[in-house]
């Protein structure tokens, strides 16, 4: 199963398939997420970080960084809005580490 976090206040239709309201989330199969992950709209709300894929059996780096991240955030207790960027995320990693 993937989940998918819409992060913008608007609704997203999933091409060709379901449409995540705004501020939610939605969980669908592997196989269809298979099937639109690399659609070009999809491929940019990733990249702008609108659209969060977590659960995802692909091992895209920049997921797994982001993951990881948000892992070590709550080992340090951190808090952070949750469409925070992945590079904003790591300042404040880095910034409670120094």
Excluded: C
């Excluded at 309201?21 to 999809?42: F, N």
């Excluded at 659960?55 to 808090?79: F, H, I, N, V």
């Amino acid at each position: 199963m993937v989940k998918l976090e819409n992060t913008r206040p608007g609704g997203f239709g999933i091409p060709g398939g379901p449409v995540i309201a705004g501020k939610s989330s939605l969980d669908v199969e592997q196989a269809d997420w298979d099937t639109v992950k690399d659609h070009p709209v999809v491929v940019a709300w990733i990249k702008a970080e609108h659209l969060i894929v977590t659960g995802e059996d692909d091992d895209d780096p920049k997921l797994s960084e982001r993951d990881d991240l948000k892992k070590q955030a709550a080992e340090l207790g951190l808090e952070y809005p949750r469409n925070i960027s992945t590079e904003k995320l790591k300042e404040l990693i880095d910034a409670k580490l120094a």
